[in-house]
């Protein structure tokens, strides 16, 4: 037996590119990127198999001090991504000083297993910076290896991922091999339309919204979905909808676009908003949209 698998975990602050690397790696548009934080709420796993090897990516939330349920229930996925870590991906972006969370940082320095520290957007960078950043990082984090990547150019993805195939332990694969995640496909249509409103809209608007995919049903030649964007108040689901309903317009034929390149297959989407007070400090509520606290 020469098989190799386990878990890679990728964790950082917000923002600094966890997602992109976790998609460069997979090849695929998995976890939705865009350039706010807090874009991802779960902990997604990413499979990429070889004939002999599984790696199994985790791409969690970024982290951040919780201030409300569905914060303290994005920051548990992080815990748990400490908790069955083969190797552990510790992603910071260039010019970053400190990780906001002291315990998590504790967690990283003392680390038994590998910690591979990611230094991200080099391609902002020049050399001057780059020296000095894998200087303090060395000193901060000493139990790493430092690489510096750019997640978005593709710089150095394939050495990292050489190198996570060398300190995996023998074993037997985890999942089928024709798996690419654990996450249901209502998963990525609620993803993709969040994705266009975390663009869209501004201040607090994507933050106060939680996406339920009601219906999928695949047919030969399209797929029909349903979706209830949920928001927190009522004057929230008036900017969703916006002028003549042209905004909400706008996030439905971006969101089917994307979803038609994902499933490969023609898409009909419609989407409609309701209110659901106060869902983001609601546990039973949370608990139906999968964070399971
Ligand atoms: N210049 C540059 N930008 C990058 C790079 N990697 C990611 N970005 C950008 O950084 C922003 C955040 O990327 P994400 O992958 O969503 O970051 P994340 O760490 O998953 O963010 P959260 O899910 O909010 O914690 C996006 O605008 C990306 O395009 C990189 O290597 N270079
Ligand atoms: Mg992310």
């Known amino acids: 037996m020469s098989h190799k698998?386990?878990?890679?975990?990728?964790?950082?602050?917000?923002?600094?590119?966890?997602?992109?690397?976790?998609?460069?790696?997979?090849?695929?548009?998995?976890?939705?990127?865009?350039?706010?934080?807090?874009?991802?709420?779960?902990?997604?796993?990413?499979?990429?198999?070889?004939?002999?090897?599984?790696?199994?990516?985790?791409?969690?939330?970024?982290?951040?001090k919780p201030a409300y349920e569905l914060q303290q229930s994005m920051m548990d996925f992080v815990k748990s991504a400490f908790e069955d870590a083969d190797v552990l991906i510790y992603m910071v972006e260039i010019g970053e000083q400190e990780l906001k969370d002291e315990a998590f940082f504790k967690k990283i320095t003392n680390s038994k297993i590998p910690v591979l520290l990611l230094l991200n957007?080099?391609?902002?960078?020049?050399?001057?910076?780059?020296?000095?950043?894998?200087?303090?990082?060395s000193t901060k984090v000493p139990n790493a290896e430092?690489?510096?990547?750019?997640?978005?150019?593709?710089?150095?993805?394939?050495?990292?991922?050489?190198?996570?195939?060398?300190?995996?332990?023998?074993?037997?694969?985890?999942?089928?091999?024709?798996?690419?995640?654990?996450?249901?496909?209502?998963?990525?249509?609620?993803?993709?339309?969040?994705?266009?409103?975390?663009?869209?809209?501004?201040?607090?608007?994507?933050?106060?919204?939680?996406?339920?995919?009601?219906?999928?049903?695949?047919?030969?030649?399209?797929?029909?979905?349903?979706?209830?964007?949920?928001?927190?108040?009522?004057?929230?689901k008036g900017i969703i909808i916006g002028h003549k309903g042209s905004a909400l317009k706008r996030v439905g034929i971006e969101a089917r676009k994307d979803l038609e390149k994902f499933f490969g297959k023609q898409v009909h989407l419609e989407l409609y908003v309701k209110v659901n007070k106060n869902w983001r400090s609601n546990e039973r509520q949370l608990k139906r949209f999968g964070y399971n606290n």
Not at 8 to 25: E, H, Q, W, Y
Not at 31 to 53: E, M, P
Not at 121 to 137: P, R
């Open 5 to 64: 698998a386990g878990f890679v975990n990728i964790i950082g602050n917000p923002n600094v590119g966890k997602s992109t690397l976790m998609n460069a790696f997979i090849g695929e548009k998995l976890s939705i990127i865009t350039s706010k934080a807090q874009t991802t709420r779960h902990r997604i796993l990413g499979i990429v198999n070889g004939d002999d090897f599984q790696v199994i990516l985790s791409d969690t939330p970024g982290i951040i």
């Open 121 to 137: 957007k080099i391609d902002k960078s020049d050399q001057e910076q780059l020296e000095s950043q894998v200087a303090l990082w």
């Open 146 to 236: 430092i690489f510096p990547i750019s997640a978005l150019e593709g710089f150095n993805v394939k050495e990292v991922f050489s190198r996570i195939i060398e300190l995996l332990p023998m074993s037997p694969a985890f999942y089928p091999k024709d798996q690419l995640t654990d996450k249901p496909e209502r998963f990525f249509v609620n993803e993709t339309i969040r994705e266009k409103i975390l663009m869209h809209y501004k201040k607090e608007i994507p933050y106060a919204v939680e996406i339920d995919t009601e219906e999928f049903f695949e047919e030969d030649a399209i797929i029909r979905m349903r979706s209830v964007i949920m928001v927190e108040r009522e004057t929230q």
